[in-house]
């Protein structure tokens, strides 16, 4: 084979190797068909919450120059047996809290015991170690309150990682009251 063809071959096999562009995060595919439209007017919702989940799409090790990626899925469980549960916003926001994408452009309802999952990419790092998502969800009635996490894998060198961090509801914290001026 002439030297030329041979470099014209390792060419092309290496650039079929490059990875795709980093897109939008993915549906995991069983995911998808949990979800629908949601068939309640978000207005009308009698019960509502917001969820905050930690993801962490980069960690620090070792000196804080030594940066390791990590690919990160959402994971939003139904845990209601009966009942759907309404997702009214997926927002991702990056470690200064600037909002990075939005998920949903129309309330979605996920079925009974249904998960759905959002998957940000190893090579997607706009997030940053403190990246999170706010879910926002809610139920014509009473309903299981939904199970959030966030699985971040990666690997340093040949060891691999993985971790879960748990959602937690965004509740406001009130100041407490003033007692009265005694006299």
């Known amino acids: 084979m002439r030297p030329a063809a041979a470099m014209w071959i390792l060419l092309l096999l290496c650039w079929g190797c490059d990875d795709p562009p980093a897109g939008d995060p993915i549906f995991h595919p069983a995911g998808q068909k949990a979800l629908r439209p949601a068939t309640s007017d978000p207005a009308m919702l009698a019960v509502k919450g917001e ?34 549960l309404t997702l009214t916003r997926v927002d ?37 170690s403190g990246a999170n998502f ?25 060891f691999g990682i993985s971790f879960v961090s748990e959602g937690r509801p965004i509740e406001v914290a009130e100041p407490a009251a003033t007692p009265a001026p005694a006299e």
């Open 92 to 128: 991702y926001y990056d470690s200064r809290g600037k909002l990075i994408r939005q998920y949903l452009d129309a309330p979605v309802e996920l079925e009974a015991m249904g998960t759905v999952e959002w998957v940000i990419e190893q090579r997607d790092t706009e997030g940053g």
């Open 134 to 158: 706010v879910v926002g969800w809610g139920a014509p009635g009473a309903v299981a309150k939904p199970v959030m996490e966030s699985i971040m894998l990666g690997h340093i060198g040949s």
């Open 51 to 84: 969820t905050y989940v930690p993801v962490y799409s980069n960690i620090y090790w070792g000196r804080t120059d030594s940066v390791t990626e990590l690919s990160a899925t959402l994971s939003v469980r139904n845990a209601d047996q009966k009942r759907p």
